[in-house]
């Protein structure tokens, strides 16, 4: 029983059985209690008295004894003249109504736990003219609020239909109604939902009440319903801390298609690669992404990253980014919380259909791409790439190594099994793709879909069961044609890894530190294509047994699969070597990643009422998983000496020397060293081959909290406490395969050669495991084993775990009705352990072979084993609020946080990442950095749906783990590409982010009339990050350029961020276009360390249409333009706020135009 | 209205997208062959057997003229090629002259050779023409001609090649063609063989059809069964005639002369043997075996220093005449019986492999498609002794032996002969294309045990001295523990240098002993044993072994009775 509620957690982990153990029992004691609570209204039991009173007093008598509303029209029982005298002492309401209304020519029903009396007449003629009555009819309201003014964005359904409308600006609705007594159902976020049974066609009017009247319903709605922006506004006004978000209405104006795109929309958030969420310039591991309030375990090998475009946004109702931190959130959100709200349950049966397709015009039908790249309508052949568990069992099969393998090929003569044996290593290399270039393709057109289903329904009388299902899948294609990238640097040269193709590191005499210049060393044209899709899965249940207990299930699934292809091929510009060096690249990849989440929460009151304590928990695992297989990489440098050059052969013959084949071509497979790191200060690094890499997290998060209202000082406060456990396991296995020709195998580029650098030839299955016949053709000759991948893991391998655990108090205190101050203390707790698997690992041959003389390099692993831990250390929040008046809010906020080191960061493997270009090292003395956070904010709501709000921020931050480039270069003396490393450091020096923060939302319409249907949004961030650069950064930077400044913004920190939207929504003619705006400042992208400037990523604007056309009564047409300015992306070398320039030049290193995204569909709703 | 603001939309769209999507996409490609274009060949090919370098056919160099390094030595930076001469832009022995080349008329004009060394140079350039003919083809050799026309001590013979193949598909086709030529006064009388050549058998048989093929002329082509062989060119005395080498030679016998066998002059040793490559012959090939004087004969100039001078000599070279067909199809097998007191008969799939064997007996190979085969052993009634499966790759030289196991059972042992000289040296890492050695004087043994009363024995070489694989490092799996009926898998043969000297003794060896005990009363393999035929040595003295592949197999029920056999492989 325990382990179906845990979702088959096999997690074993004592302390926290007990926890949930504890949990079930109070729900099964809570369980039986609710059900006697609940109550039908016939059956509620009233003592009421009537002397000589009229029917309309002695109903008010009934409603007032019996706390139950009763529902009519008085202008019909006026008539009734009958007095009544009667005493009723603990009767039945059904008894004292039927008295009542007995031979009045009415009578009276329970609808929704309502009563409503209506005439007889009506009720038969319902049934014997129902033709008649389902006429349709149009029913005319407004809707006011609890102040009398007219409230918009209500939602008016009629009882038991599936269509509704929202009220208009003005409070007004018009609503059709096909039955006689259509019973109105008004809802609206902070409010109450309302019913209301129509008997006439007068103008109705109706006051919507605020706050916990809905609490009254027994009615399934997932707490409130924040799917519109107006809700959100509403949320974030009553809202203790500082909070900004995005409905589920605002993602489908902004067509967003992944979370990220949506997020991109928020103000103070920038999104670096489609990926990668930073809050106000921090990111990575100050950004916590969690969904329905549950942590996302990340799923990228070398970043702590929320795999937020692997959620699409349409299965969520709202993401809310929570700028200033309360301690019932968890500290390490140092910049903020990105919380994901999935669709929450309707009031009412739903059913919404879309089907889009459209195209991005750079992709156009072509797109990038490479043989087999195909990866299925759901991506799985993608998965099917993996390593197969025959090639992963070799390496235990031959323990001492590809030599094993190569003899028993050699030796497959001499015995059928070994000849069987070699055939089938033969056949396992064979199952690579031969291929490492790229080609076009014809692309599909993108397609979208989304399907949701929502549905609430009564089970055992009186217990709702809510439920939603929501399905989406896309599938999306972009592609670079001829982008250029071009790598400036004050160095010339060409470095190769091969002293074939090589040409000394020189600083030309003209850049000397008057005169700074840089020049180009490598210049690329790009082609990149990017086949992209997704499908994910939502399923939500809710069970209520009444209005004070709920729990609710929810599970959430993706898949992504990507494929990316991309081709750069360029030369070296000044070799210094007569010749051209031409240089080709090709990157295939593939990726695909899973995400599963199941969450169970539960919501109790204890008591009715509003000072009810509440107890509320969340029991969630989640898994996610990353596959990267085949990712191959090839980088050749083709040295076309003037007049030819030559290669030596092989010996034949034992002790001799081979000969010269001459060639127009000399080779080499870029590779080089990155000095500094490993047992002897020198790691290898070699970008090219065959990668295949898997991740898998899995978490376990579970937390409690319990919040007892109280009253003092008039006013409703509340303390509330609880606990969080999150657990996260994570394994990483990596196995590199190199390709034929690497600059570190004994025979270096001779394979290029002999497939005249065709880098598809290089691995074709001519030279890839036992080679032809031809190549052994003598007599009874040994059989020749061609390349063979490489059957050991690589050195990265490695497991871990990442817990931490806190518990909290704190107190929400309403000082005065303005004035509200929520505070307290949350103690956290860290333990983060890897260990890296170094057993049967790869290690060079070159540097472990047994020499001629018997010596052996025993390669020793410094620190396998990381572990940090911290004990519990309190972290302090108090946010004060106060309410000038209901539409104005000022914010105090102010919190110390921390942020964790990753797993990754911490374990000990050099894990070279030919994406990055650049080591990637773990470092095991990293600690928590600290970070204390100032807020200030204004907000104005000056009416439904708007909102003025500045916000002014600072953050100070100790020990901030910053990302360093380290590269230990040897400057002029480089005979070898040296790559930088990537270390992540505490930064001995304390950080500073500043800005500020303004957001607009405005109707229009409320401006000047003429502009009645257009919705205004705005928000802009001006932000200034600022550290201190480190000594070696510093003197690297001033190697050349002695100006350079002692300062850097933060990495991926933009100084500004600007978005802006319009929106034009006209009910009448059912036409809702939006237009956004969205630019982003010079962010800071890669630090250079070898005297060449740092790289910045150049603003973009990005202007965006989307429309909604209703054409018919179900159905929409809709349909979107992206980046419909297309400017080209720009990367430059360049000093900041130079508008990015290099002393009056500007050097960019790569652009490109992504294409403007083009897309159009039918959405059908019922 | 709201239809006709619809229809805009979408038309809009959809000319944007037409607007943007015409643009053709290219892939980046490049092809770094030396010769990208299909060239058609002539069927006139150019045989150069007198080292010219450099080749120029009408007025057009078709090679790099790059000048050498050193004399004779070219470098890195003078080997350019030229999409004739892809490799190294230099001359190798055989070029098929492209059609380009070839006039209306079917003649290539203007052939010219030359080589930029000075050391041995060639005549003056002149110039040839050949004649293209598809119905008759030709090979135009180009060597040194003594005596001949005019000064010229260089020709262009046309020799008619032919071009089809053997009429059996297992066989190959051969010729022997003579253009030696007369010695001169600065001849070595020692070294230069010369008159009417006789092909043979590596024991100096000489091959039916092939007996003394006059000067300036050839056999005709004559077939036998693919294999590998170590043909043999006689003169008419019978001595042998030296194939291309780099062996420095005896003056006086034009033996070779190496690391074993007499002390001769400058410190080298005389082998006593003369050099004859050992080549598998490829089914369906077609080859010509052509003597021809050369200026690669090396001999001593008597300097203690080991000091040598090239002389020229009339040495043979096989070319082949059709492109050498890769065997991916045939296999042969033959089968030995170490069964005492037992007469074998050996069948495969039920068809008689050779006649009936008695012990110790062998059967000529016989070839086979590659496949699965029921090879059986049967006794003279016809009774089955033993059965196996036999599976056949391409190229497999497979020697089955019939021997009694430990409990006197008839057992069949399949061995695989590596007939190539060539050798996995065990570098090998992730690649295996260059760690395979050749052998280029292949001496192998292979040791078997068929006693079934020892479990295993090592073999040693004099004084139970282990048997070398290279210098320094024991041949331990080829010799040492050699299981009852099992053969090695792994560097399966002692890798003889030439004509090494030594006796073959066999030792009880236990697991963890070494080499055991010395069965003396097993009589010793003397090197010499190795020799088939004495008399095919006029020399001085006898080498101490012959050049081949070889089985030494343990044979006989009984320690006792036991004794050591010798195989050859090649013929």
């Known amino acids: 029983m325990q382990k179906e509620l845990l979702l088959g957690c096999r997690h074993k982990r004592q302390s926290m059985q007990q926890y949930v153990l504890k949990l079930l029992l109070l729900l099964i004691v809570v369980m039986p209690v609710t059900r006697i609570c609940a109550q039908q209204p016939g059956s509620k039991v009233v003592s009421v008295q009537f002397k000589e009173e009229d029917i309309l007093t002695c109903l008010k008598k009934v409603e007032a004894a019996s706390g139950q509303n009763i529902y009519y029209q008085p202008s019909e029982l006026k008539p009734i003249t009958k007095k009544y005298s009667a005493v009723f002492t603990e009767k039945p309401l059904r008894t004292v109504l039927a008295t009542l209304l007995q031979g009045t020519g009415f009578e009276w029903q329970e609808v929704n736990n309502k009563i409503v009396i209506r005439k007889k007449e009506r009720a038969a003629e319902k049934e014997n003219l129902a033709t008649e009555e389902n006429k349709p009819w149009f029913i005319k309201g407004k809707i006011t609020d609890e102040k009398n003014k007219p409230m918009s964005g209500v939602s008016v359904n009629v009882k038991g239909n599936k269509n509704g409308i929202v009220s208009g600006d003005d409070g007004s609705f018009i609503i059709k109604a096909t039955s006689a007594n259509p019973v109105l159902v008004f809802s609206h976020t902070g409010y109450g939902k309302k019913e209301y049974p129509v008997t006439d066609s007068s103008e109705l009017s109706v006051t919507m009440l605020p706050g916990e009247v809905s609490l009254g319903e027994v009615t399934v709605s997932v707490k409130k319903r924040l799917n519109t922006e107006s809700a959100v506004l509403i949320e974030r006004k009553n809202s203790a801390i500082i909070s900004d978000a995005i409905s589920a209405q605002q993602i489908e104006r902004t067509a967003s298609i992944t979370t990220t795109q949506a997020l991109q929309r928020v103000s103070g958030v920038t999104v670096t690669d489609d990926k990668y969420v930073a809050i106000r310039g921090l990111g990575d591991r100050s950004v916590i992404g969690q969904l329905n309030g549950i942590r996302l375990a990340s799923s990228d090998p070398d970043r702590s990253t929320i795999p937020l475009d692997l959620i699409p946004a349409s299965l969520l109702d709202n993401i809310t980014i929570y700028k200033s931190i309360t301690p019932d959130k968890p500290a390490d959100a140092a910049a903020g919380i990105v919380e994901l709200k999935t669709k929450s349950i309707p009031a009412k049966q739903t059913f919404v259909f879309s089907a889009q397709t459209g195209m991005n015009t750079r992709a156009g039908n072509m797109v990038n791409s490479f043989y087999n790249s195909d990866m299925g309508f759901f991506g799985n052949k993608v998965k099917e790439k993996g390593l197969t568990p025959e090639f992963q069992a070799l390496s235990a099969q031959y323990p001492g190594g590809l030599k094993d393998i190569q003899r028993k090929i050699a030796d497959s003569r001499n015995d059928p099994a070994m000849l069987a044996e070699a055939n089938r290593i033969n056949n396992i290399m064979h199952t690579f793709d031969p291929v490492l270039t790229t080609r076009y393709k014809t692309a599909p057109l993108n397609q979208n879909y989304s399907v949701t289903y929502g549905d609430n329904f009564t089970v055992f009388k009186k217990h709702q069961v809510g439920l939603i299902l929501g399905g989406n899948y896309y599938s999306r294609t972009n592609d670079i044609y001829e982008g250029t990238l071009t790598q400036y640097s004050v160095y010339q040269g060409v470095l190769t890894g091969n002293e074939n193709v090589y040409s000394p590191r020189v600083i030309p005499n003209y850049i000397t530190p008057n005169n700074i210049n840089l020049g180009k060393y490598l210049n690329y044209k790009e082609n990149t294509g990017t086949q992209t899709l997704n499908y994910g899965l939502l399923g939500g249940l809710t069970y209520r047994f009444n209005a004070q207990h709920e729990i609710s299930f929810q599970y959430l699934g993706s898949r992504g699969a990507e494929t990316r292809a991309s081709n750069l091929y360029g030369a070296y510009e000044y070799t210094g070597i007569p010749g051209t060096v031409k240089n080709v690249i090709y990157s295939l990849r593939q990726s695909y990643r899973t995400l599963n989440t199941f969450n169970l929460q539960g919501e109790h009151k204890f008591l009715k009422g509003i000072y ?291 797993l990754r960061e911490l374990t000990n493997v050099f894990d070279f990442d030919p994406f990055q270009f650049a080591l990637i090292v773990g470092n095991p003395k990293l600690k928590n950095q600290k970070t204390t956070s100032y807020d200030f904010r204004w907000e104005w709501f000056p009416a439904n749906g708007e909102v003025i709000a500045v916000s002014v921020f600072y953050k100070e931050i100790d020990n901030q783990l910053t990302k360093v480039f380290k590269q230990n270069s040897k400057g002029l003396d480089a005979k070898f590409p040296e790559f930088p490393a990537i270390e992540f450091q505490n930064d001995p020096n304390t950080g500073r982010v500043y800005g500020i923060e303004l957001e607009v939302v405005k109707n229009l319409g409320t401006l000047w009339e003429p502009l009645n249907n257009f919705f205004l949004g705005s928000n802009l961030l001006l932000a200034q990050s600022e550290i201190k650069k480190t000594a070696e950064r510093l003197a690297s930077s001033r190697a050349i350029d002695r100006r350079s400044p002692s300062n850097s913004p933060l990495f991926e920190q933009a100084p500004y961020s600007v978005n802006l939207y319009l929106n034009y929504a006209n009910k009448k003619s059912g036409t809702d276009i939006t237009t956004t705006f969205n630019m982003v400042g010079e962010r800071l992208i890669q630090i250079n360390l070898d005297g060449t400037p740092d790289l910045y990523s150049r603003p973009n604007p990005v202007l965006d249409i989307v429309f909604t056309q209703q054409l018919f009564k179900r159905v929409q047409l809709k349909g979107f333009a992206k980046n419909i300015l297309d400017k080209p992306i720009e990367e430059v070398y360049a000093n900041p706020g130079t508008g990015g320039m290099f002393y009056g030049k500007k050097y960019v290193r790569r652009s490109f135009n992504r294409g403007t995204e083009l897309m159009i569909g039918l959405t059908y709703s019922w | 209205m709201q239809k006709m603001k619809t229809t805009y939309i979408v038309m809009g769209l959809l000319a944007v997208l037409t607007a943007t999507s015409c643009k053709k996409k290219l892939d980046f490609q490049y092809d770094n062959r030396v010769n990208t274009e299909p060239m058609p060949l002539s069927s006139t090919r150019i045989i150069n057997l007198a080292s010219a370098t450099q080749l120029s056919i009408n007025g057009k160099k078709l090679t790099s003229y790059m000048l050498p390094d050193i004399d004779g030595y070219y470098g890195p930076d003078q080997t350019r090629p030229t999409i004739y001469f892809p490799e190294t832009g230099r001359m190798g022995i055989t070029f098929t002259i492209p059609q380009e080349f070839v006039n209306a008329t079917g003649g290539i004009d203007s052939i010219r050779f030359s080589s930029l060394g000075n050391k041995i140079g060639l005549p003056d350039s002149r110039k040839f023409s050949a004649k293209d003919n598809f119905n008759d083809p030709h090979d135009y050799y180009y060597i040194r001609l003594r005596p001949n026309i005019g000064t010229y001590q260089d020709s262009l013979v046309a020799v008619s090649r032919s071009v089809s193949p053997p009429s059996n598909p297992t066989n190959i086709k051969i010729r022997l063609l003579n253009l030696s030529s007369e010695p001169n006064g600065l001849s070595q009388p020692g070294v230069f063989r010369k008159g009417p050549m006789s092909l043979a058998w590596a024991n100096g048989t000489t091959i039916s059809g092939m007996e003394n ?119 042969r097998v033959q089968a030995v019986n170490v069964t005492q007191g037992t007469d074998v008969q050996w069948l495969v799939n039920d068809k008689p492999l050779g006649n009936a064997l008695s012990f110790t007996q062998q059967t000529d190979y016989k070839t086979f498609v590659t496949g699965v085969y029921t090879l059986k052993a049967t006794d003279k009634s016809g009774a089955t002794l033993a059965q196996q499966e036999l599976r056949l790759q391409p190229g497999d030289n497979i020697t089955a032996w019939l021997y009694p196991a430990k409990d006197g059972k008839a057992t069949i042992a399949l061995s695989s002969n590596n007939m190539s000289g060539k050798f996995f040296n065990g570098n090998a890492g992730e690649e295996g294309s260059y760690s395979m050695y050749k052998d280029n004087t292949p001496t192998w043994t292979r040791f078997m045990n068929f006693c079934s009363e020892l479990d295993e024995v090592t073999f040693t070489t004099d004084d139970g001295q282990p048997f070398l694989a290279t210098p320094g490092s024991v041949a331990v799996n080829a010799s040492q523990h050699i299981q009852l009926g099992k053969p090695v898998t792994q560097d399966p043969n002692v890798q003889l240098m030439l004509n090494m000297p030594g006796k073959v003794l066999v030792y009880a060896s236990r697991p963890g002993i070494t080499p055991g005990d010395w069965l003396s009363q097993i009589t010793p393999l003397k090197s010499t044993d190795f020799i088939a035929n004495p008399s095919l040595y006029k020399t001085p003295q006898l080498p101490n072994r012959e050049p081949g592949y070889y089985t030494v197999a343990l044979v006989g029920k009984k320690v006792g009775e036991a004794r050591m056999i010798i195989i050859k492989h090649n013929k």
């Open chain 1, 612 to 902: 009810t304590p509440r107890l509320s928990y969340n029991l969630a695992t989640s898994s996610s998983s990353q596959d990267d297989p085949d990712y191959r990489f090839a980088n050749l440098a083709d040295y076309r000496p003037n007049g030819g050059g030559a290669y030596t052969s092989p010996a034949e013959v034992p002790n001799t020397t081979g000969g010269y084949v001459g060639t127009a071509h000399l080779y080499s497979l870029v590779s080089g060293y990155v000095n500094g790191y490993g047992p002897y200060g020198i790691i290898q690094a070699d970008p090219n081959g065959r990668r295949f890499r898997k991740l898998k997290e899995d978490n376990y998060n579970y937390k409690a909290d319990v919040s007892v209202p109280f009253k003092l000082l008039g006013q409703k406060q509340e303390f509330k406490t609880g606990v969080n456990y999150l657990h996260r396991k994570r394994s990483f296995a990596e196995n590199v395969l190199y390709l034929p020709g690497s600059n570190y195998s004994p025979n270096k580029a001779l394979p290029i050669y002999e497939a005249n650098g065709n880098l598809d030839k290089l691995v074709g299955y001519d030279r890839i495991g036992i080679r032809p016949q031809s190549g052994y053709n003598d007599e009874g000759a040994p059989r020749i084993g061609g390349f063979l991948y490489n059957i050991q893991k690589s050195p990265n391998n490695y497991k871990g775990y990442y817990e931490t655990r806190a518990f909290y108090g704190m107190m929400d205190l309403r000082l005065t009705e303005a004035l509200r101050l929520t505070g307290g203390v949350r103690f956290e707790m860290t333990d983060i352990q890897a260990a890296v698997d170094t057993s049967n690992v790869y290690l060079d041959a070159s540097i472990t072979t047994t020499d001629a003389s018997g010596n052996k390099v025993n390669l020793v692993y410094t620190e396998p084993n990381s572990v940090y831990k911290t004990n519990y250390s309190p972290f302090y929040s108090a946010n004060l609020t106060y309410t000038l008046n209901k539409e104005m809010n000022f914010r105090l906020g102010y919190n110390n946080s921390l942020a964790r080191p990753e």
């Open chain 2, 213 to 331: 093929i006059a000067p300036g002329s050839a056999s005709a082509y004559i077939e036998m069964p693919y294999g590998t062989y170590q043909l043999k060119v006689l003169e008419a005395s019978g001595k042998e005639v030296q194939g291309n080498s780099s062996f420095v030679l005896n003056i006086a016998t034009g033996t070779a002369m190496d690391y074993y066998g007499d002390i001769g002059v400058g410190g080298r040793k005389d082998t006593w043997l003369t050099y004859a490559p050992v080549k598998t012959f490829q089914p369906g090939g077609v080859y010509t075996i052509v003597v021809s004087m050369n200026y690669d004969c090396s001999i001593p100039t008597g300097n203690p220093n080991g000091e040598t001078v090239n002389t020229e000599g009339n040495t043979f070279r096989i070319i082949s005449d059709i492109s050498e067909p890769v065997n991916v199809i045939y296999s």
